[in-house]
């Protein structure tokens, strides 16, 4: 069966940090992955999908990035953090429907 | 991409049917209608999927009507535990882009 993971469940960044969350999935190949954006009280925000590995659309221009250095690995970056980007964190893959990672609450003070 | 619209929230009762209805007027053919619950400070998880006509599965019924434009999300007897988010998505297998619209606020009260 399919699996997907996210780390870390929390985090804490100072602004001007850096940002690195990672995302693996299990039991499926060349997967659609996603990142999305959730602030608090509102609904899923898509940042970024990738079709394979290297391959990475934006949807919207902001503070982050995002990699596929390997097919099931899907990385969202961020050079120096903004007080903005605080959020909660979803990858997600898609087959037959969305399968949703377990997110990461970020909060940048 | 088919948009959806759903109400922003919902107040039911502890063993209530509850109904929660999405319009997608511009869905497409090869288009799926999938209900997903997210609980706070968890991702979203799938509940039913249907193309047309009714789904039921043990948590569950979609009722579909033939011109697919609207959906609707019917939980039979809820509990405290059903309170929760549930977006309405459509989508196809070949779509990156699919939109989550703001879901609906379900708060199922004792």
Same mark, same amino acid.
């Given at each position: 069966s399919q699996t997907i993971h996210q780390w870390p469940a929390t985090l804490v960044q100072p602004v001007g940090s850096p940002l690195s969350l990672e995302c693996t999935v299990e039991g499926t190949s060349n997967p659609n992955l996603y990142w999305y954006r959730q602030a608090a009280g509102r609904g899923l925000q898509l940042l970024f999908y990738s079709v394979g590995i290297g391959q990475i659309s934006s949807e919207v221009p902001q503070n982050l990035s995002a990699s596929r250095p390997q097919d099931r690995q899907f990385i969202l970056s961020s050079k120096k953090l903004l007080l903005s980007d605080s959020g909660f964190y979803l990858c997600a893959w898609s087959g037959n429907g969305y399968t949703f990672g377990s997110g990461t609450r970020l909060t940048v003070v | 991409l088919a948009k959806t619209t759903q109400p922003i929230s919902m107040d039911s009762y502890e063993g209530q049917e509850v109904n929660i209805t999405c319009s997608h007027n511009n869905i497409a053919t090869n288009d799926y209608i999938t209900w997903?619950?997210? !609980?706070?400070?968890?991702?979203?998880? !799938?509940?039913?999927?249907?193309y047309k006509t009714k789904v039921t599965n043990e948590v569950a019924s979609l009722f579909i009507p033939a011109d697919r434009k609207s959906s609707t999300l019917s939980l039979p007897r809820v509990s405290l535990s059903d309170t929760a988010v549930y977006y309405c998505l459509v989508f196809?297998?070949?779509g990156f882009k699919t939109i989550f619209g703001a879901g609906t606020r379900l708060f199922v009260k004792a």
């Open positions: - | 997903y619950q997210q !609980f706070p400070s968890q991702g979203p998880r !799938f509940i039913i999927q249907g196809n297998t070949g």
